[in-house]
C-alpha cells in the first residue's frame, strides 16, 4: 500500500482515535497507608520549613543514641502533609506542638507515636507556641500586633493580648522565654524592642527598646535574658545598624551590655546550653560565648565550609551541638553533630531548609 | 517536469503547511490542498531557523483560551500553570520563564522588573500571528531568549466594509466569557476594535489529599479522620481586555498601524491546599492594569524596505494581603504596588541587491521607569514607610545581519548583536545559521545554528528592597542546534511534514533567589546549567472523502536541563540532577476530524515527572507524578440569512483526571464551556469570522 492510499484510507480514523484515548490513564501515588511508630525515650525533632508556598514542610526526628533518623514522619503517621513554612515545634508534657506559620496552623502531635492528636486553626502567620500551663499557652505572630492565646486541651483559641504601639498589619512577635510569672518576647520583623507579658493578666507590663530586629531570645543559668539582633538591612525605614548581643536583666528589665558585631554581619539563631551557662550562635559560623565573658569571641566555634548554616541546637543534656546546613535551600538539608569541643561525630539529611529543632526529653 | 519546477512545487507545499498548518477547518484546508501552486520560495530571512508557527484556528480555538493554554496544547513548551486565570510561566528548552522573551508586535513585553511574561494574561484571541522562535533562532529578534523566543502580533486582516461578531461562552464554575469584535476595512484602511470580558468564582471542586479534617469526640479526641473534598478557595477572577487597531495602507509601499490594548484584571491568588486558614478571613488578591501601545510605519519596496516602531507600556500591579481582624476590619499585611512605565523605538532596514543577498539591520530601545513599594510598612511611632525602589533602565539591543543563499538548496546567514542595559554592555552576540535542502524528494532539509547569548538581570534582580543584588553578573552561554525536516504531500489529498532537532545550550551564572537568615530573598549568581534535547514534530492532513478533514499535529521534546555548576556545600547533591520544575519529556498531540460544517477538536499533553528539588529526591514532595491531559471540543457552523451561528461545546480534563502541575495547586476535574458565536450579516462581505 503506497503512502497516499494508507493516509486516505478510512481505516487511520478509528486508530487514531484509540491511539489518544489510551492516553488517558495517569498514574498517581499518593500514598494512603499510614506508618506505626512508637519511638519512647530521648530524641531530637527537626523542623524543615519547606520552600514558602510549595507546602512541602516536613518533620524529621533523630535519635542520638543509635543515630537512627526518621523523615517526613508527619506524613508518614498521619497520612497528610504537615503544611508550608514549619516554623518551630514545642513539647508540651506528651505532646509536640508544631507551628506550621504559611498553613495557619499548629498541629499536637504524640511525642512518640507522630500521631496527630489536634490542632488550632485560624491562626494570622504563627511563629512560636509558648506553654503557661495546661490550659494556656500563647502563640506569636507575623504580621499581627496580638499574641493569640489558645487553650491546648481543646484547641481552641481564647483571646489576644493586643501589644501597644504596635502597628496592625506590621506587627511581629517572636519568641518567649519565661521568669517567674513573666513571658519576655522579642519583637523582630521591622521593630527593636523586648516586650514582658503578665501570664496571670495577659497583658504587656513593659517594653524594653534594642537594637534593629531582635532575631531571638535566651535566658541564661543566671537570668539574664540575651537577644539577638539582626541590624536590619540597606534602606530599610526602621534603619540599617552594626547587628547587637544584648544582656537583659530579667529582674529589672533593664539592658546590662552590648556586645556589638560588624555592619554586614546577618547573626541569628542564639542559643544557649543545657546548663545556661555558654550561649550560640550563627553568622555564617557557629559562635560560641561564655555567658560571663567580657567580650566577643574572636574565633568562631565552628567556621563554615561552604555551608548555608540556617538552624542551631545545644543538646541540652551533652552539650554537643547540632547545626543545619540548608544547602541551597532546594533539596534535603544536611544536620552535622558536633562534640562540645567541636569535633565532628555524626551527618544526616533531613527535608528542605532545616529551620528550628525540639529536644524531647 | 524539471528539478527546479519539481523543488518549487514541494517548497509550495511548505509554505501551505505554514499556513494551512494543523487545525484547519475542513473546508478552507480542503480548498488550499487544491491550490498547490508553484509559486514560492523559502524565505531568506527565515535561513537556519527553528520555529514553530501557530495557525488563526489553533490561536481562535475559542475565547476562553490564554497563550498559555496554545502553547500546552500546540507546542512542546512546558507550561507551569495552576488553573485558569493563574501565573502561567513557560520553561522553554529548559530554562527559566525569565529565559523566554516574548514580543508583541515587536515590542518586548516581558516584565521588567521580574523578566518573565504571565501567558495567561494574554489572551490568544487577541493573537492573530504567533510563533516561537527556538533558542539561537530569537537572536534574530532580539537578547536575553535563551530558552527562545515567542513572537505574538495582530494582523490588519478584517473584512471589507463594517463586520461584527459576538461568542459568549457558558461555563462550569459559573464561568462566563464574553468577546465581542467590530471591524471596518476597505482597500486604505482596516480599523479593528475587540473586546474580552472573563470572570468566574473559580471555585472548583476537588478531594485534597494533602490535608484531612479531624472528627473529635466531647473531650476532644481524634475519632476519625477523612480526606476533605474542598472547593478551589480564593480563585475568582475578572479579566477584561480591549483592543484597539488602526492600519492604513497607501497601497504605494506604505503602511501605517495603531495597536492599543487595554487589561484590566482582578484576580484572586488561590489559598494551598495546606492552608487551614478561614477563606473568609483572608484575601490575597492580584490587581493589574496595563496599557501596551505600538505604533508603526513600514516603507517596502522592490528589493528594501525600512521601518520605524515606536511604543509605550504602563502597567500598574497590586497585590494585597489582608486578614479580617474583627468582623468588617481588615489589617493590610502586605500591600505592594508596583509601576512600570515603558517607551520603546524600533528602526529596521532590509535589503536586498539580488537573489542570492539579504542584509538587514535594526536597532530598539526600551527604557523603563520602575517605581515598587511596599507601602504597608508602619513604624512604631505611627508613621507610615515606604520599602521599595525607584529605577530607571534603558535596554538598547541593536543587530546586523547578512544572508546569503548561493544556490537555492543551500543559505547561510551571519546575525551580530550588541545589547545594553544601563550601563552595561554585554560582549557581541554572533549567531551563524546555515540550511540545505538534502532531498528534493520529500522536501528534505537539513538546518543548523550556534550563538553565543546574554541575559541581563532584572531590576528586582538588581534593586528589589530588601534583598536586590546589583553585583550579579549577567546570565550567559553558547547554544547550538541542528534540525532535519521534510515536506511531502499530493495535491488535494494529504500533506505530511515533520521535523526533529537537536539542541545544546550551556547557561553560565544562572540567577536564582535564595532565603537568607534575615528573613527576605535575595538573588545570586550560581549555577551553570547544561540544557540539551530533541524536538520532534509531525503534523499530517488527509482528505479521506470529499468534505471530510484530519488534521494532526504532534510535538515531542526530551529536555535534560542539568545543573553542571560547582557543589554550594559539601552535602550539596544537586549536581548532575535536573533542574526542578522542568519534565524531561512533553508531548502535545491536537487532532481535529471535520465534515461539512461539523467539527471535532481533541486536544491532548503531556509531560514527564518534575522534580520539586535540586537534589531530585524521590520523596513524598520531592516530585510531580506525571500526567495526561485530554480536551475535546465540538463545533457547528449554522448559516442564516441574517446572520451566522456557530455552536460549541467543550469539555477540558475528559477523564476527570486528579492531577496537580504545581505543588499543593489542585486542578479543576471535567469542565464544559458551551460558547454561541453571532456573526451577523450587515453587507456582502469578502469573507466573515466563523471561527469560534
Known amino acids: 500500500m503506497n503512502i497516499s492510499r494508507l493516509l486516505t484510507s478510512t481505516r487511520i480514523i478509528p486508530c487514531l482515535a484509540l491511539t489518544l484515548l489510551l492516553g488517558g490513564c495517569m498514574e498517581w501515588d499518593y500514598g494512603n497507608d499510614d506508618e506505626t511508630f512508637d519511638i519512647p525515650g530521648r530524641g531530637l525533632f527537626i523542623t524543615n520549613e519547606g520552600n514558602f508556598q510549595y507546602g512541602n514542610a516536613t518533620l524529621s526526628y533523630y535519635d542520638p543514641e543509635t543515630n537512627e533518623v526518621l523523615n517526613e514522619v508527619f506524613y508518614r503517621a498521619n497520612g497528610m502533609k504537615l503544611g508550608d513554612v514549619a516554623q518551630s515545634m514545642t513539647i508540651h508534657g506528651d505532646k509536640g506542638w508544631i507551628v506550621v506559620n504559611n498553613s495557619h496552623v499548629i498541629f499536637a502531635i504524640d511525642i512518640n507515636t507522630f500521631k496527630e492528636t489536634g490542632r488550632i486553626e485560624d491562626l494570622t502567620s504563627p511563629r512560636y507556641i509558648y506553654f503557661v500551663n495546661d490550659h494556656k499557652a500563647y502563640v506569636t505572630q507575623l504580621w499581627d500586633n496580638r499574641i493569640f492565646i489558645v487553650d491546648p486541651s481543646r484547641y481552641e483559641i481564647t483571646g489576644t493580648i493586643e501589644i501597644p504601639d504596635m502597628p496592625q498589619g506590621t506587627g511581629s512577635t517572636e519568641q518567649m522565654v519565661g521568669y517567674g510569672r513573666f513571658v519576655y518576647c522579642n519583637c523582630w520583623s521591622y521593630n527593636n524592642s523586648i516586650i514582658k507579658i503578665d501570664t496571670e493578666t495577659d497583658r504587656v507590663v513593659d517594653r524594653l527598646t534594642v537594637g534593629v530586629q531582635p532575631t531571638s531570645v535566651v535566658i541564661d543559668k543566671n537570668n539574664k535574658l540575651w537577644t539577638l539582633t539582626d541590624g536590619g538591612f540597606d534602606g530599610s525605614p526602621l534603619g540599617y545598624e552594626a547587628p547587637a548581643l544584648y544582656r537583659i536583666d530579667a529582674e529589672t528589665f533593664t539592658i546590662e551590655k552590648v556586645f556589638r558585631l560588624e555592619l554586614g554581619d546577618t547573626p541569628s539563631e542564639l542559643q544557649t546550653n543545657g546548663d545556661g551557662d555558654r550561649l550560640y550562635w550563627l553568622n555564617n559560623d557557629v559562635w560560641c560565648m561564655n555567658v560571663t565573658a567580657s567580650q566577643l569571641p574572636v574565633q568562631p566555634f565552628l567556621e563554615q565550609r561552604a555551608t548555608k548554616y540556617y538552624g542551631l541546637t545545644v543538646d541540652p543534656g551533652s552539650n554537643e551541638v547540632y547545626v543545619a546546613d540548608a544547602i541551597d535551600y532546594q533539596q534535603q538539608g544536611m544536620i552535622y553533630r558536633y562534640s562540645p569541643d567541636g569535633h565532628l561525630i555524626n551527618e544526616f539529611y533531613v527535608g528542605i531548609t532545616p529551620g528550628s529543632f525540639c529536644w524531647k526529653p | ?692
Open chain 2, 1 to 692: 517536469m524539471t528539478m527546479h519546477n519539481a523543488t518549487m512545487k514541494y517548497l509550495s507545499i511548505i509554505i501551505l503547511l505554514v499556513f494551512s498548518s494543523l487545525c484547519m477547518k475542513a473546508e478552507t484546508l480542503h480548498k488550499q490542498l487544491r491550490q498547490v501552486q508553484v509559486t514560492a520560495r523559502r524565505p531568506m530571512k527565515e535561513i537556519g531557523v527553528q520555529k514553530t508557527a501557530f495557525d488563526s484556528l489553533t490561536l481562535k480555538e475559542n475565547i476562553a483560551l490564554s497563550m498559555a493554554d496554545v502553547l500546552t496544547y500546540n507546542s512542546s513548551v512546558f507550561v507551569k500553570s495552576y488553573g485558569r486565570a493563574t501565573l502561567s510561566t513557560v520553561a522553554f528548552r529548559g530554562t527559566s520563564p525569565s529565559h523566554t522573551q516574548v514580543t508583541w508586535n515587536g515590542m518586548r513585553i516581558n516584565n521588567p522588573m521580574l523578566g518573565m511574561t504571565d501567558f495567561s494574561t494574554i489572551p490568544s484571541y487577541f493573537i492573530d500571528q504567533a510563533s516561537l522562535l527556538h533558542g539561537t533562532s530569537s537572536v534574530n529578534e532580539t537578547g536575553g531568549g535563551l530558552g527562545g523566543l515567542v513572537k505574538l502580533g495582530t494582523l490588519p486582516d478584517v473584512p471589507d466594509g463594517l463586520n461584527a461578531q459576538y461568542v459568549q461562552g457558558i461555563g462550569s464554575f459559573s464561568t462566563f466569557d464574553e468577546f465581542a469584535r467590530l471591524t471596518y476595512g476597505n482597500d486604505h484602511w482596516q480599523s479593528s476594535t475587540r473586546f474580552v470580558y472573563s470572570s468566574s468564582p473559580n471555585d472548583y471542586k476537588y478531594i485534597n489529599h494533602d490535608k484531612k479534617v479531624n472528627i473529635y469526640d466531647e473531650n476532644k479526641n481524634i475519632i476519625g479522620q477523612y480526606h476533605p473534598t474542598e472547593r478551589n478557595r480564593s480563585g475568582a477572577f475578572k479579566d477584561m481586555h480591549l483592543l484597539q487597531e488602526i492600519y492604513y495602507n497607501t497601497l504605494r509601499g506604505d503602511r501605517f498601524s495603531l495597536n492599543a490594548w487595554y487589561i484590566n484584571s482582578n484576580r484572586e491568588l488561590p489559598m494551598l491546599t495546606t492552608d487551614y486558614g478561614n477563606e473568609h478571613k483572608f484575601e490575597n488578591r492580584q490587581r493589574e492594569q496595563t496599557f501596551r501601545s505600538v505604533v508603526t510605519w513600514d516603507h517596502n519596496r522592490s528589493n528594501w524596505k525600512t521601518g520605524i516602531k515606536v511604543g509605550y507600556i504602563h502597567s500598574w500591579v497590586a497585590y494585597d494581603y489582608r486578614r479580617e481582624i474583627t468582623t468588617d476590619n481588615w489589617s493590610s499585611m502586605t500591600r505592594s504596588r508596583s509601576r512600570v512605565n515603558t517607551v520603546y523605538g524600533q528602526a529596521d532596514g532590509e535589503y536586498s541587491p539580488n537573489r542570492k543577498w539579504y542584509f538587514t539591520a535594526n536597532i530598539s530601545a526600551h527604557q523603563h521607569f520602575v517605581r515598587s513599594e511596599d507601602k504597608n510598612v508602619i513604624l512604631q511611632d505611627g508613621e507610615k514607610a515606604i520599602v521599595g525602589y525607584d529605577m530607571s533602565r534603558i535596554e538598547i539591543s541593536g543587530s546586523a545581519s547578512a544572508k546569503w543563499r548561493p544556490i537555492d538548496r543551500l543559505g547561510m546567514s551571519v546575525v551580530l548583536r550588541q545589547d545594553m542595559y544601563g550601563d552595561r554592555w554585554a560582549p557581541v552576540i554572533p549567531a551563524f545559521f546555515i540550511d540545505g535542502i538534502i532531498s528534493p524528494v520529500g522536501n528534505v532539509m537539513l538546518k543548523a545554528s550556534i550563538s553565543r547569548n546574554h541575559r541581563f538581570p532584572t531590576l528586582n534582580d538588581m534593586y528589589f528592597l530588601p534583598g536586590g543584588n546589583p553585583d550579579l553578573k549577567n546570565e550567559h552561554g553558547f547554544s547550538y542546534d541542528a534540525g532535519l525536516s521534510f515536506d511531502t504531500g499530493r495535491e488535494g489529498r494529504f500533506t505530511l511534514g515533520g521535523g526533529v532537532s537537536w539542541f545544546d545550550s550551556y547557561i553560565n551564572d544562572w540567577i536564582i533567589w535564595l532565603p537568607t537568615t534575615k528573613g527576605f530573598f535575595s538573588p545570586r549568581n550560581v549555577k551553570k546549567v547544561h540544557a540539551y534535547g530533541i524536538e520532534v514534530n509531525a503534523n499530517l492532513a488527509v482528505t479521506p472523502a470529499d468534505g471530510w478533514l484530519i488534521d494532526l499535529h504532534g510535538s515531542y521534546s526530551w529536555t535534560p536541563s542539568v545543573n553542571e555548576g560547582e557543589k554550594m556545600s559539601p552535602a550539596d547533591m544537586s549536581v548532575g540532577k535536573q533542574l526542578p520544575y522542568v519534565p524531561r519529556n512533553s508531548a502535545s498531540v491536537t487532532g481535529r476530524l471535520s465534515w461539512k460544517t461539523w467539527s471535532f477538536l481533541y486536544k491532548w499533553a503531556y509531560y514527564s515527572e518534575r522534580y520539586t528539588m535540586s537534589s531530585n529526591d524521590y520523596t513524598i514532595s520531592g516530585h510531580l507524578p506525571p500526567y495526561f491531559m485530554s480536551n475535546i471540543s465540538l463545533e457547528k457552523g449554522l448559516s442564516f440569512k441574517p446572520a451566522d451561528i456557530q455552536l460549541k461545546l467543550a469539555v477540558n480534563n475528559l477523564f476527570n483526571e486528579d492531577y496537580l502541575s504545581v505543588l499543593s495547586r489542585p486542578m479543576p476535574g471535567i469542565n464544559f464551556e458551551f460558547f454561541i458565536g453571532i456573526t451577523p450579516k450587515f453587507s456582502k462581505s469578502k469573507k466573515n469570522y466563523t471561527d469560534l
